[in-house]
Nanobody, 124 residues
Framework: QVQLGESGGGMVQAGGSLRLSCAASGGTFSSVVMGWLRQAPGKEREFVAAITRNGGSTYYADSVKGRFTISRDNAVNTVYLQMNSLKPEDTAVYYC?????????????????WGQGTQVTVSS
């Protein structure tokens, strides 16, 4: 069983930056694919980014490519999401998630473990 806890959300003006962190416990962190997904009010949960178990490969939604960077530090069981050039449409609850299979997927249903979420609000 993997427990996940996000931090780092908040309110920022358009064009600003935020860094989200997600600490994992209760499992072997280096054996899971990690992802960030988000859900805006009235919308479906959507994929944002994912990173392979050893951090060697990363994947992004087209909407965040070039602005967001996912990374992980297996020594401290933490995954990060650096968000730059934020836009109002990035406003959402951001969830950290873990997938047991080593194959990266971009659908919420593919992830078995979830954090409680952290709110990101970008004002125009």
């Amino acid at each position: 069983q993997v427990q996940l806890g996000e931090s780092g959300g908040g309110m920022v003006q358009a064009g600003g930056s935020l860094r989200l962190s997600c600490a994992a416990s209760g499992g072997t962190f280096s054996s899971v694919v990690m992802g960030w997904l988000r859900q805006a009010p009235g919308k479906e949960r959507e994929f944002v980014a994912a990173i392979t178990r050893n951090g060697g490969s990363t994947y992004y939604a087209d909407s965040v490519k070039g602005r967001f960077t996912i990374s992980r530090d297996n020594a401290v069981n933490t995954v990060y999401l650096q968000m730059n050039s934020l836009k109002p449409e990035d406003t959402a609850v951001y969830y950290c998630s873990a997938r047991l299979s080593p194959i990266v997927r971009d659908t919420p249903q593919a992830y078995q473990y979830w954090g409680q979420g952290t709110q990101v609000t970008v004002s125009s």
